[in-house]
């Protein structure tokens, strides 16, 4: 019998997509199908779940440090959380942050740095149902090394059959620098979340999303600060695995503002990628 590449890989393939298809799910605490919505779940009372964020966009850095020799280089930015979460009763959740960013540097390479701490409590209204859109609230607050911010979210979402809609309408009002003297400004930012999943089975669920980012009111001193925050949009496919104790949801997105390189200085790539794992503690 002849064996080929391509045979091997459609046979390692396909146990694993029938095993994710069929497996069974054990009660899991509050997966987030879609990377960037909150659900309207929250976590029982008593319950635990640890949450590891993970995002990546590629940027462009100048190829020499001194800026002595002209070229650019693709380096990715990365920005990486770890956020504990604890039901104090059915319908209050607390959570804890810690948040790590590694900016790319000029001549390639990045710099990994502690970013700060967020807290933040989400609220569930009523049961699943009884109402004619779930409804949740969020309220947030980030201490971060240059920023402090209050950031809200009104949660929504609807189930029709297997298929599953999501919503945040989030803001936040950021405080850069605010112990360095100075007049101080609020930065109002806009992020509003939303997309749609399918059950194709209890342990697999693909679906669509879209989310913005746009910062109101900062003050600009270069071209490139008014791109940074200007509304951008993003949009694109998601994957979400559910095995009751421990689930995985992957979100690949394009900014619909910006298909091209970025320049030097953007915060946002043509692509953005983020990747969240949950572990029921």
């Known amino acids: 019998m002849k064996v080929t590449i391509k045979s091997i890989c459609v ?3 396909l146990p694993i997509v029938l095993l994710v298809l069929t497996a069974s799910r054990t009660a899991s605490a509050t997966p987030v ?9 929250t976590l ?3 319950e635990l779940e640890d949450e590891l964020y993970g995002d990546v966009t590629p940027l462009k850095v100048y190829a020499d440090p001194t800026h002595a020799t002209p070229g650019k280089l693709t380096e990715p930015a990365y920005v990486l959380q770890n956020e504990i979460e604890y039901g104090v009763t059915d319908h209050v959740e607390l959570a804890w942050y810690q948040v790590f960013e590694a900016n790319p540097v000029d001549g390639g390479g990045n710099g990994m740095q502690f970013d700060g701490f967020k807290f933040r409590g989400r609220f569930r209204i009523a049961e699943a149902g009884e109402l004619p859109v779930d409804l949740a609230l969020y309220l947030e607050l980030e201490t971060l090394h240059d920023e402090i911010s209050l950031e809200e979210k009104v949660i929504l979402a609807r189930r029709f059959g297997k298929l599953h809609w999501m919503g945040n309408l989030w803001v936040e009002q950021e405080d850069n620098r605010p112990f360095d003297g100075g007049a101080q400004f609020w930065d109002f930012v806009f ?3 939303t997309g749609f999943t399918y059950e194709v089975a209890p342990t697999f669920q693909p679906g669509i999303e879209y989310w913005g980012r746009g910062v109101f009111g900062a003050r600009e001193e270069s071209s490139v600060d008014s791109i940074n925050h200007r509304m951008h949009h ?6 979400h695995f559910d095995w009751g104790k421990v689930w995985w949801s992957l979100g690949v997105y394009a900014d619909l503002n910006n298909i091209n390189e970025p320049q030097v200085g953007e915060i946002y790539g ?3 990628v983020r ?3 949950g572990l029921n503690l």
């Open 270 to 272: 043509p692509i953005w």
């Open 191 to 193: 992020n509003p979340t």
């Open 11 to 13: 046979a390692g393939v």
């Open 234 to 239: 993003f949009v694109g496919p998601t994957v």
């Open 44 to 46: 029982g009372k008593g």
């Open 33 to 41: 199908p879609l990377p960037f919505t909150y659900p309207y779940e």
């Open 275 to 277: 990747t969240l794992l």
